[in-house]
């Protein structure tokens, strides 16, 4: 077991952007009076900056640490305590720093700052009534800072308050012009789509409570959890329909639900492409460096779990593989920049869900972070464009913005060429390490998913592609009159830009893998990053495929996103009359797609609709109002009105006589029950 060393940074990596958000709280709700912007800029932005510079500080410690021994921990107090003698539960407030956890952290408070600034900028002209400076600011921080409990928290049950808090902050941020209708229904519909998963966690996490209390040492820590793993292995339970299950895979497929709800699997992946009603910049957040990244981290975060049962991480890959090609698929045809960059990212977590469940954790972790930089680059980069454009997010009124955006263009371009995995860039190398891990796997039917993972590679160069040319490629479709108004960003919002184009182009050599490292520098500097990851991630290990197969791997990758890349020039560059004729030929396949398969209105039909109309006609008209409101409330005052008025009343005359002569009837009845 790891021997921790106490560290005091961990507690204020998290309670800077809370202290923030407090801050901006107690102004908005309590003083009621404006901020000046500097100072709530210097306080947002600054919060979350220094949080990335402890973190640093934090990885640094950490890696001086002896081998084997990478974890800090800061233990703050005693946050639940009860039971007695050796039996007791405590749950301590209480965070730890892993290498994992240090990799993620990183990602969101460095990415999370480069957010923070573009914010600056972005919302610096909203003009809408309902729209606050400061509020999105706090929110913002609020949604940092729960992610990094998230992160941190050194138990299920602090994770579990982080998963909420993120949550939480996503119905504010996504709902946050809430003047629009539309905008409030897409922040619900996040909210309340995730709480299903969140049941699934819930139960996966009381079921692992029962699992340790069943052995006699009840615990909901991280480090007890793994230490004592070995006790409830082989333990069973009895799950209604399924008969006996393994304790482990129960947990496991439990915990898997609520990573499909906070990272948009099938089939609680829904609510994510309507989470681009909020600002871009929350968009950015959400999809890049917070929330959505958040199952794949817990999946991770109990790998151990994961690899003790076999059944859970085929269902973890398959789903994942699934939901990566179904997604892409949806991606090819839709006209809204942000919906395009939405269906991408739930098929890139497919990616990361595919990995892991094939036992490549270190290779999702990767792919994590190679995702979040160019995917924050590619909706930060989508937020110009719509700001150049006054709003602006159908791709069918762009086209030929090249020339009046060319700086934008170009970072964008970097993001694009990185998610199509082209080589050198950074999602090359993370899709690479994910593709290998799947076919060096144990399951079953590993090369169909290698499959669907090199088809969905060639779907994602298509339509990335698809969407820089008609965004900046071709003639422009838009209004005459805008063009004079189309212009680059500056300042604020294209420097975080800047960073994350060079970081979307080279993060992948930070975990070189082997092959490549030994083309391309020696075997001494092959996959620093999985080294580094190692210790953390039980079931990592290190793959043994044949150099020669590896680079036919890679080969066809390559050559599946080249022809992807092809293909789209073709289409919208070339030949734009093309997709216009296929989509008449296939009409209905074109239509099935580009109302994404018609799920949002099957789950309409068959769960929205029946729950309203129970909801409205039995329980409110019948139960509520008729039940409780008729019988119970208004019954009850009916009766005590009916006896006070027919019966009651008479008691009180007003006469003197008539209540002097009860007075004595009175006292001769009670003296006679006296004597007797």
């Known amino acids: ?103 993620v952290c990183m990602i969101v408070t460095g990415v999370g700052f480069l957010i923070h600034i573009y914010s600056v900028g972005y919302m610096e002209d909203d ?43 996503s119905y504010l941020l996504i709902g946050f012009w809430y003047g629009d209708r539309y905008n409030a229904y897409c922040g619900s519909k996040a909210f309340i789509v995730n709480r299903i998963g969140d049941f699934g966690f819930l139960v996966g996490i009381f079921t692992l409570f029962w699992a340790f209390s069943s052995v006699g040492s009840p615990t909901v820590s991280f480090r007890e959890i793994e230490a004592g793993f070995d006790q409830i292995v082989n333990l069973t339970v009895s ?73 859970a991480s085929a269902v973890v890959a398959w789903v994942g593989g699934i939901t990566a090609l179904f997604a892409a698929t949806i991606a090819i045809t839709q006209t809204d920049i942000k919906k395009v960059l939405a269906y991408s990212t739930v098929s890139q977590l497919g990616y990361m869900f595919l990995a892991a469940g094939c036992g490549g954790f270190s290779a999702a972790i990767f792919h994590l972070g190679t995702h979040a930089f160019f995917k924050a680059l590619l909706f930060l980069g989508a937020g110009a464009v719509i700001l150049a454009l006054h709003h602006e997010q159908d791709i069918e009124k762009m086209g030929g913005l090249k020339k009046f955006i060319p700086t934008t263009q170009w970072v964008f371009l970097v993001g694009a060429l990185s998610i199509a995995g082209i080589p050198g860039m950074s999602g090359f190398f993370s899709k690479d390490e994910i593709l290998v891990a799947v076919v060096a796997s144990h399951v079953p039917g590993k090369m169909w998913l290698y499959t669907i993972g090199v088809v969905t590679a060639g779907l994602t160069a298509f339509y990335m592609w698809r969407l820089q040319c008609k965004v900046f490629y071709g003639k422009y479709r838009g209004p005459s009159e805008a063009r004079k108004h189309i212009e680059d960003p500056t300042g604020w919002m294209m420097n975080p830009l800047y960073i994350l184009a060079v970081f979307a182009a080279l993060a992948g050599f930070i975990g070189l893998p082997q092959v490549w490292a030994d083309l391309l520098s020696g075997p001494e500097d092959s996959n620093s990053l999985g080294n580094f990851l190692l210790p953390a991630l039980v079931a990592a290990e290190p793959h043994a495929l044949e150099r020669s197969t590896e680079f036919k791997m890679a080969l066809l990758a390559v050559l599946s996103s080249l022809a992807g890349i092809w293909l789209a020039y073709v289409f919208y560059v070339r030949r734009p009359e093309l997709p216009g004729r296929i989509a ?83 006292a001769v009845a009670i003296v006679g029950y006296l004597l007797r």
């Open 239 to 311: 799950v209604p329909l399924f008969g006996e299950s393994r304790v482990v895979t129960v947990v496991a497929l439990c915990l898997f639900l609520g990573a499909c709800g906070k990272s948009a699997q099938i089939p609680l992946y829904t609510w994510l492409p309507d989470a681009m009603a909020g600002p871009t910049p929350v968009s950015a957040l959400i999809h890049a460096a917070t929330m959505v990244t958040a199952g794949v981290y817990m999946v991770c975060r109990v790998s151990y779990l994961y690899a003790a049962s076999p059944e």
């Open 127 to 169: 003009e809408r009534e309902d729209s606050g400076f400061q509020r999105f600011f706090c929110y913002l921080n609020l949604f940092t800072a729960a992610m990094l409990v998230l992160i941190l928290g050194d138990n299920l049950v602090l994770m579990f308050l982080g998963w909420e808090g993120v949550g939480l902050c």
């Open 584 to 666: 008449a030929v296939l009409s209905a396949p074109y239509a099935l797609l580009k109302n994404k398969y018609y799920v949002d209105e099957l789950y309409d039909a068959a769960i929205v609709k029946p729950i309203v109309a129970i909801s409205d006609r039995v329980l409110y008209r019948w139960v509520d109002m008729r039940l409780i409101d008729g019988v119970g409330v208004e019954g009850a005052a009916r009766a005590v009105r009916s006896v006070a008025a027919n019966g009651l009343k008479y008691a009180q005359s007003g006469l003197t006589q008539s209540y002097i002569f009860l007075m004595i009837v009175g």
């Open 1 to 103: 077991m790891v021997n921790p060393v106490e560290s005091d940074l961990l507690l204020w990596i998290v309670l800077l952007p809370l202290l923030a958000a407090v801050f901006h709280g107690v102004i908005i709700g309590l003083v009621r009076r404006p901020t000046e912007r500097w100072l709530v800029i210097g306080i947002s932005c600054g919060a979350v900056g220094l949080s990335f510079l402890l973190t640093c500080l934090g990885l640094a410690e950490l890696i001086q640490l002896p081998d084997g021994q990478h974890l800090l921990v800061d233990d703050v107090y005693t946050w639940i305590g009860s039971g007695l003698g050796a039996e007791n539960l405590t749950v301590e407030l209480a965070f730890a720093l892993d290498p994992v956890a240090a990799v």
